[in-house]
């Protein structure tokens, strides 16, 4: 009898495995070029419910549906605007999410209720290929349970899900996040991810980044308010400019393991240090798999990065992250 579950390579008839689970109403775990989703049948409300009772995820954050091509979006949105256009033109397939009015068939367990829907066309082969293959929209939140980093790689997904059927399609690119973006009258950034947000002011001069909601406010980004990406563990984020107290924090906590980028490494001691790559880039592919590593009880003791480009995305997800800010 063929394998319901686990990881598997994306063969063809794996493929075709996968796209029968999604059809029959069941979850299927598949890489991106950004992190690992936990897809759905967008339009199966059923088959959503059991993706946000497998993460234990507020059903007042909305899903991401992903498409393969711009004709499966007549299906979900009622207009596509100019800038829409210009944007998808631009960066589709790609990280960029685009939040846009839903038609009706969209069911309210996708968006949380919302009258908009969020979509995006992904820049990877085995993400296409299932989604073609089912020849449904997928709605996919990161494979993670609630609250965990967003998986890099087919083992984190087991680690939070064992069982669960998981595509392999290798370490993702980018390691972090689509960027999201809502279009209308005044277009905001919803979610800093891995297209900056001065790449997309380049097309859209507008664009503003929507502040961070305070405790009792209503979110526009309703993923937004929830803390996230959290190590098993303390973790305290120092900002760039802050070396001097986190090597001091280091020299107090010798069990602490520290996260910087490669520059710092050897101001800490060689055996308790993650380095995170040289640039922006490489310490966004890495960070998430670096807060999933277990070293008991020790605080995690982690080097921000200055607000550039994609820097701007990983010190969002690591304020997210931290149980202290120096
Ligand atoms: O890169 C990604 O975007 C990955 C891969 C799997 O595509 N997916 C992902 O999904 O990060 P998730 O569920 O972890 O994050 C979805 C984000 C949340 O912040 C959610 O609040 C926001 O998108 N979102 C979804 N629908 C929305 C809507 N209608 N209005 C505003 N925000 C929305
Ligand atoms: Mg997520």
Known sequence: MARRGGIVRPTAAALRGAAAALTRGE????????????????????AVARVFAL?????????????????????????????ARLLADAFWPGPLTLVLPKR??????????????????????????????SGIPLAAPSANRSGRPSPTTAAHVAQDFPGLLVLDGGPTEHG???????????????????IPLEALRRLVPSLTAARRPREGEIAESPGMKYRHYAPDR??????????????????????ALVLCPAGAASRFPAARVVPLGRTAEEVGRNLFAALRTRRRGSPLLVLGIPRRGVGRTVMDRLERAATRIV
């Open 176 to 194: 972090l996040e689509s960027t999201v973006v809502v279009l209308g009258e005044r277009p905001r950034l919803l979610r800093p991810g891995a």
């Open 55 to 83: 993460k234990g995820r507020p059903g007042d954050n909305p899903l991401i549906v992903h498409v393969s091509d711009r004709g499966m979006l007549r299906r979900l949105v009622r207009v596509w605007p100019p800038a």
């Open 234 to 255: 303390p973790l305290w984020l120092f900002r760039a400019s802050r070396l001097p107290e986190m090597e001091e924090a280091a020299r107090e906590n010798p069990a």
């Open 104 to 133: 009706r068939g969209v069911p309210d367990a996708v968006t949380g209720g919302l009258g908009t829907v969020a979509v995006r066309m992904p820049a990877h082969p085995v993400a296409l290929a299932l989604i073609r293959q």
């Open 27 to 46: 979850p299927v775990a598949f890489p991106t070029e950004t992190v690992y989703g936990l897809g759905a049948n967008a339009l199966d409300a059923a």
